[in-house]
């Protein structure tokens, strides 16, 4: 069983920005939608063909997405921009009339997040989404609208949800629960409320809570 982790907020607030720290040879990125990286991006390389070397792959199909997720040798796979995957699909199907189109494309983003956690012992999984504020102010994650959040609570499926937040200009990540969003982590993986938001960082704190060696042996 792999580790899935998930990371809020608002686009600016730091969620891809927190990569900056991971080592590249370790990780997959998956990008729903073409972007540079936002800080200096020594090896991250999109994947242009198999074995060139590339470990940013992009597309929005949620199969393509599993098959990478699937046969990836990476220990780390970071999905970003979560919400264009579902966003994208209802753009290129928005002419369709019936219902049935968000079952499907609720259905994708369901089976990525369970996907997620059906991995190899030793790997990880960081969901990167943008959040949303509903009527009763509660902030959660991001899809297509009520249609799909009454059907589908995508934070249940993980045991961490992280967001992030800015405050004078530094970023962190929140890691426990304000009352008003889905944040949540295990009792004592992390020791402030807010934490740095460093990625590298929280791969370790959750490696040393599970005891997984993050050279993929258990300890």
Known sequence: MSYACLILGESGTGKTCSLRSLNPAECLLIQPTRKPLPFRSSGWMEARKKGDGGNIFVSD????????????????????????????????????????????????GFDIAKLASELDFDKRVYILAHTQTDEFGKVRIKTLGKLLDDKIVLEGMFTTVLRTHVVNGQYFFSTQNSGADTVKSPMGMFDSPDIE????????????YYSINQNGVNQ
Request: charged share 25%.
């Open 197 to 208: 938001n460093d990625l590298a960082a929280v791969d370790t704190a959750i490696c040393d």
């Open 61 to 108: 199909n949620a199969q393509k997405i599993m098959a990478a997720m699937l046969h990836t040798t990476a220990k780390i796979i970071v999905v970003d921009d979560f919400q264009y995957i579902l966003a994208n699909q209802f753009m290129s199907r928005r002419k369709e009339k019936s219902y049935d189109k968000f079952t499907d494309i609720g259905g994708a």
